[in-house]
């Protein structure tokens, strides 16, 4: 985002479609991993690749159409470079997530996640802004 002020529509939309991004990609995250570890039995340190895998591609399709606005048809290289700055972000938000649960291990897996996803917001946002939608 290059134009906007703090409070005006484009403010708005760029910041607000972030978080709605993130939101929906945490929402999707949480449902995947609880599926994964309460339906299919899968330990939730194995469950949360599947479930990040499948968040990550739900908030590049948001974060590339509401919050960056990008108008040209998505493309492999960006894709690329959005699961590359992703993976990075996941790597931190899987740091958090495990150390979490190796801590206080009677953790429900879904506050974890939700920690490790309040740590990697930031990564995610700086490398997407600089890195994949620079010039959006």
Partial sequence: MTDGQWGSPAWVRHYGGFVAAGIIALGVDAVVLTALTEVFGLSPFVARVF???VAMVTSWLINRRI???VAAPPTLAEFARFAAVSWGAQ??????????????PTTAPVVALAAGSLVAMFVSYT??????FGKN
């Fill in 127 to 132: 490398g997407f802004r600089f890195g994949v």
């Fill in 51 to 53: 479930s990040i895998s």
């Fill in 91 to 104: 790597a931190v938000n899987y740091g958090v997530f495990a150390a979490v649960l190796i801590v206080w």
């Fill in 67 to 69: 919050t960056f606005s």
